[in-house]
């Protein structure tokens, strides 16, 4: 274990973790420090490995190889219920014989926990989630997001050093869904616990990350803060599942300081390079809301932009915002878009000139994505 580790040990430490089944490979020699206090989300498609990691860490399923350590301790030998680790499912695993007191209060009573104490522990946990009202309740007198926080409550009530969760608000709509993420945010703060988190959501996955571990095909592609992963995605396969992309592929034209992408109908600069040699195909990336529209006789793009030329193809009404699918010249489709209050006259049929600040694209490696991996 390198010194820095050995002297300052994270929450939780994952080195060369693997999983194999047979001759299929689920988790790929996967290493992520997650430090005490920290909300790390692991996001990726389904089969990607994120929950099959999520299992090892609990416990439930063991692995191939590599190590698991919590505050520097290896913990892989031990059974799942001498991990001090809390896990909260999405299908709740509520008891629907017991109340939504008794369910809390469950984990204290099989840890020995005096009686005295029970009940002051659960009436703190329900009140942390809001359910203080509720304990009398069985799980068929409450929905499902009063049942989401009972469960949730049953892990907090016992203290776990890290907390797992996965994907715990899949079931829910998408108003409660948004609610519940707020909720999340605020438990943790309050209770300044180590969060490891599944989804396939991206928007989840913004919203309620300090960091994010993006995973495809068993392995890390890039983890970071949320904003570093939005903005400048490592990888295009990181560009396209972290939230829309506008991707504009061609011939590396330059190797300087800001480099030029060529391909039939446009010529379009990236600030950065990312070890690409003059001739190899890249990407330039460009989050939609980041594109400007202005009609074809419109001269007021600033000097320095790049400027492509496009057909709309659609205009998509979202309340909020529109999105606009634009057609390039070679046929190739982009999408923009606009806030409700800066509303372009654009509508299917127009022509128009779409720009963008070159500091708000991303240059990277012309990856040929497999139409399984979105």
Same mark, same amino acid.
């Given at each position: 274990?390198?010194?820095?580790?050995?002297?300052?040990?994270?929450?939780?430490?994952?080195?060369?973790?693997?999983?194999?089944?047979? #001759? !299929?490979?689920?988790?790929?020699?996967?290493?992520?420090?997650?430090?005490?206090?920290? $909300?790390?989300?692991?996001?990726?498609?389904?089969?990607?490995?994120?929950?099959?990691?999520?299992?090892?860490?609990?416990?439930?399923?063991?692995?191939?190889?590599?190590?698991?350590?919590?505050?520097?301790?290896?913990?892989?030998?031990?059974?799942?219920?001498?991990?001090?680790?809390?896990?909260?499912?999405?299908?709740?695993?509520?008891?629907?014989?017991?109340?939504?007191? +008794?369910?809390?209060?469950?984990?204290?009573?099989?840890?020995?926990?005096?009686?005295?104490?029970?009940?002051?522990?659960?009436?703190? =946990?329900?009140?942390?989630?809001?359910?203080?009202?509720?304990?009398?309740?069985?799980?068929?007198?409450?929905?499902?997001?009063?049942?989401?926080? !009972? %469960?949730?409550?049953?892990?907090?009530?016992?203290?776990?050093?890290?907390?797992?969760?996965?994907?715990?608000?899949?079931?829910?709509?998408?108003?409660?869904?948004?609610?519940?993420?707020?909720?999340?945010?605020?438990?943790?703060?309050?209770?300044?616990?180590?969060?490891?988190? !599944?989804?396939?959501?991206?928007?989840?996955?913004?919203?309620?990350?300090?960091?994010?571990?993006? $995973?495809?095909?068993?392995?890390?592609?890039?983890?970071?803060?949320?904003?570093?992963?939005?903005?400048?995605?490592?990888?295009?396969?990181?560009? +396209? $599942?972290?939230?829309?992309?506008?991707?504009?592929?061609?011939?590396?034209?330059?190797?300087?300081?800001? %480099?030029?992408?060529? =391909?039939?109908?446009?010529?379009?600069?990236?600030?950065?390079?990312?070890?690409?040699?003059?001739?190899?195909?890249?990407?330039?990336?460009?989050?939609?809301?980041?594109?400007?529209?202005?009609?074809?006789?419109?001269?007021?793009?600033?000097?320095?932009?790049?400027?492509?030329?496009?057909?709309?193809?659609?205009?998509?009404?979202?309340?909020?915002?529109?999105?606009?699918?634009? #057609?390039?010249?070679?046929?190739?489709?982009?999408?923009?878009?606009?806030? %409700?209050?800066?509303?372009?006259? =654009?509508?299917?049929?127009?022509?128009?000139? !779409?720009?963008?600040?070159?500091?708000?694209?991303?240059?990277?490696?012309?990856?040929?994505?497999?139409?399984?991996?979105?």
């Amino acid at each position: 274990m390198p010194a820095d580790i050995a002297d300052h040990p994270a929450a939780l430490s994952l080195r060369g973790l693997s999983k194999r089944y047979g #001759e !299929v490979v689920a988790v790929q020699e996967l290493s992520l420090d997650i430090e005490m206090g920290e $909300f790390v989300t692991l996001l990726g498609p389904s089969g990607s490995g994120k929950t099959t990691t999520l299992n090892m860490i609990a416990g439930f399923v063991d692995s191939s190889g590599g190590e698991i350590l919590m505050d520097g301790q290896p913990i892989g030998d031990l059974r799942p219920h001498r991990r001090e680790i809390g896990m909260v499912f999405q299908d709740y695993a509520l008891f629907p014989h017991m109340s939504a007191f +008794e369910n809390v209060a469950f984990p204290l009573r099989r840890r020995g926990v005096p009686k005295r104490d029970i009940s002051r522990r659960v009436k703190e =946990a329900l009140e942390m989630v809001r359910l203080e009202e509720f304990g009398d309740r069985y799980p068929r007198e409450l929905s499902g997001g009063q049942q989401q926080r !009972v %469960a949730l409550a049953r892990v907090i009530v016992f203290s776990p050093k890290v907390l797992l969760m996965d994907e715990p608000l899949g079931a829910l709509d998408k108003k409660l869904r948004e609610w519940l993420q707020l909720e999340l945010k605020r438990i943790h703060r309050e209770l300044g616990i180590t969060f490891v988190y !599944v989804t396939h959501d991206q928007e989840e996955a913004l919203v309620l990350s300090d960091r994010v571990a993006v $995973f495809n095909q068993g392995r890390i592609e890039q983890v970071g803060g949320t904003r570093e992963l939005y903005e400048k995605p490592a990888s295009l396969f990181v560009a +396209e $599942f972290l939230g829309d992309s506008s991707l504009f592929p061609g011939q590396l034209a330059s190797s300087n300081a800001c %480099a030029e992408v060529v =391909a039939d109908g446009y010529r379009i600069r990236a600030p950065e390079c990312p070890g690409l040699a003059e001739g190899a195909r890249g990407v330039v990336v460009v989050r939609p809301e980041r594109l400007s529209v202005r009609g074809d006789g419109d001269a007021s793009v600033p000097n320095g932009d790049n400027v492509v030329e496009a057909a709309v193809r659609e205009v998509i009404y979202l309340g909020s915002a529109r999105k606009l699918e634009l #057609e390039l010249s070679d046929g190739r489709l982009v999408r923009a878009t606009e806030p %409700a209050g800066a509303l372009s006259a =654009a509508k299917p049929g127009d022509r128009v000139r !779409v720009s963008w600040s070159i500091g708000d694209g991303v240059l990277l490696p012309d990856q040929q994505l497999e139409p399984g991996d979105l």
